[in-house]
């Protein structure tokens, strides 16, 4: 089905681990989900399956809306893997780290299309936001992601986000 390009992982949080993988002859990203020994047996796979689902479905529905995120592949619910298109260039936060404050509008644009979809990010991060060629902005890992209509989630976060940053490179 894919191999993989190496054996170095690109990211692993507390919920998966992201690699490199070659499917269909293309470099691809693969998100194993992780399983959490602690929880009860189905209850893991109930709620793996569930946030497999929510970030597919998040995913979909944001291109319909404009905002530019990696093409799913590939869902694979019993091996927990979703395989991804690769998106080349460099984290928001990354380029934030340097000094560089150009992409807030880009980001703020996104974020609301984000939020006229009716969706939350559950995790939204500049290290969740990849800026590729042309000043185009993508944004991953759905995999906390959420509905909802409440004006208030949606402006509260939005808030946080940037106040956070601003304070952050300020001082």
């Known amino acids: 089905m894919y191999s993989e390009v190496d ?4 990211a692993q949080g507390a919920e998966a681990i992201v690699k490199k993988v ?7 990203i693969l998100k194993r989900r992780l399983v959490k020994s602690f929880r009860h047996k189905t209850l893991d796979e109930n709620l793996t399956k569930s946030r497999m689902v ?3 479905r998040s ?3 944001l291109r319909r809306y404009g905002v530019y995120v990696p093409v799913i592949y590939l869902v694979d619910f019993n091996k927990r893997e979703i395989v991804y298109e690769f998106i080349p260039g460099e984290t928001v936060n990354s380029i934030l780290s340097r000094g560089q404050f150009k992409y807030y509008d880009l980001i703020a644009e996104n974020i609301a299309k984000m939020h006229n979809a009716n969706i939350i990010h559950g995790d939204l991060t500049t290290k969740n936001m990849i800026m590729c060629k042309g000043r185009i902005l ?3 890992d759905f995999g906390l992601s959420f509905f909802s209509t409440l004006a208030e989630v949606c402006s509260f976060i939005f808030t946080l986000i940037f106040r956070t940053k601003l304070l952050i ?3």
């Open 22 to 28: 070659k499917f269909l002859g293309k470099v691809c």
């Open 138 to 140: 993508c944004i991953i």
């Open 54 to 56: 929510a970030e597919c």
């Open 59 to 61: 995913t979909a529905k």
């Open 169 to 171: 490179y300020m001082f």
């Open 7 to 10: 054996d170095q992982i690109i």
